[in-house]
């Protein structure tokens, strides 16, 4: 499965910003559709996601209020909407799937895009 991120960019503290995922390839909800994101000398951390056919949305505990998944099955694409942005959302967000039914380990994804850069100003 090849994946497309975009929609990054520089959003000020307090903003929204929506991040695209699209598939040009296998439909989406055949996977569990996860978003992470990598802050500079961080680890790669889970934010939110599908899980597989897309009935049921998961996320870490600490972000869920303020950031959703939604999907456009017409479009083969998962959507990461962030609110409320602050400082520390600053970090290259990345989309992956899963051939497991839900998942949170980075080591459970098999594909995965390239990668959006998202920028918080305060």
């Known amino acids: 499965v090849q994946l497309q991120a975009s929609g990054g960019g520089l959003v000020q503290a307090g903003g929204s910003l929506t991040l695209s995922c699209t598939s040009s390839g296998r439909p989406l909800r055949n996977y569990a559709v996860g978003w992470f994101r990598q802050a500079p000398g961080k680890e790669r951390e889970f934010v939110a996601g599908?899980?597989?056919?897309?009935?049921?949305?998961y996320s870490t505990d600490s972000l869920k209020d303020r950031f959703t998944v939604s999907r456009d099955g017409g479009k083969n694409t998962v959507y990461l909407q962030m609110n409320s942005a602050k400082a520390e959302d600053s970090a290259v967000y990345y989309c992956?799937?899963?051939?497991?039914?839900?998942?949170?380990?980075?080591?459970?994804?098999?594909?995965w895009g390239q990668g959006t850069l998202v920028t918080v100003s305060s």
């Open positions: 599908f899980s597989r056919g897309h009935q049921s949305t």
């Open positions: 992956a799937v899963s051939t497991m039914f839900r998942a949170r380990d980075s080591r459970d994804f098999g594909s």
